[in-house]
């Protein structure tokens, strides 16, 4: 079995009969997000939120 690009294989292991597997996703630091900010200094209460693509 193949695995998608940029996926890695944490750990594997059997729970109630079933195969699982855990995966990480590996994000080039030029493909994650960053803040830029407008009109001065971004505030400290902003949050980001995460998001995985279907």
């Known amino acids: 079995m193949a695995l998608a690009p940029k996926r890695r294989i944490k ?7 079933l195969l699982v ?3 990480q996703r590996e994000i080039p630091e030029a493909k994650e997000p960053r803040r ?6 971004a505030p400290s209460n902003v949050t980001q939120i995460e998001s995985e693509a279907a």
């Open 36 to 41: 830029i900010a407008i009109g001065g200094t």
């Open 11 to 17: 750990g594997a292991g059997f729970e109630n009969s």
């Open 21 to 23: 597997i855990d995966l």
